[in-house]
């Protein structure tokens, strides 16, 4: 198994943001489910970081697909490290919303804000900490069921 982070910048479309974070997402969790991919995406200030976690074909394979996806450029690709052990085994793909903590995180390390393709090897274990910390911790989301709702699957 191994563990692949990359960062890439948003291309702007006519889509709106929400729009293709929840395609992105949707898509994502089906699919890694599928293939016994884990991992967590966060996206802030016009930035993707995403890290993947699996057998190393299956994740190599999305990866290929992720590079030829148009709403990614400027793809940074960080070391990849074989594991044994999954870290955010029971999500299929997290997507952790923007915080104070990893605002305050990127401010100590330097960076006036979210600028993940610049993280050191040592920075982006810290990252992946305070991401997995936060994913834990964050409160599943109430399905609101009526009139106003229905159709409506919240995938943040």
């Known amino acids: 198994m191994i563990r692949l982070c990359y960062a890439s910048v948003r291309v702007e479309s006519d889509n709106d943001l929400l729009l293709d974070l929840s395609d992105i997402l949707s898509r994502a969790r089906g699919f890694n489910a599928q293939q016994g991919i884990v991992g967590v995406l966060y996206y802030a200030e016009g930035s993707f970081f995403q890290c993947l976690e699996g057998e190393r074909e299956h994740v190599f394979a999305l990866f290929e697909s992720i590079q030829r996806d148009s709403r990614h450029t400027d793809i940074h690709l960080f070391h990849i490290c074989s594991i044994t052990e999954l870290s955010f085994k029971q999500w299929s793909m997290k997507y952790v919303n923007p915080n104070t903590k990893i605002s305050s995180y990127f401010k100590n390390i330097g960076l006036s804000h979210f600028k993940p393709n610049l993280l050191t090897v040592e920075q982006m274990d810290g990252f992946l900490k305070i991401l997995l910390q936060t994913a834990n ?16 699957q919240n995938y943040f």
């Open 137 to 152: 911790v964050e409160k599943p989301t109430k399905h609101h069921i009526g009139y106003q709702n229905r159709g409506y």
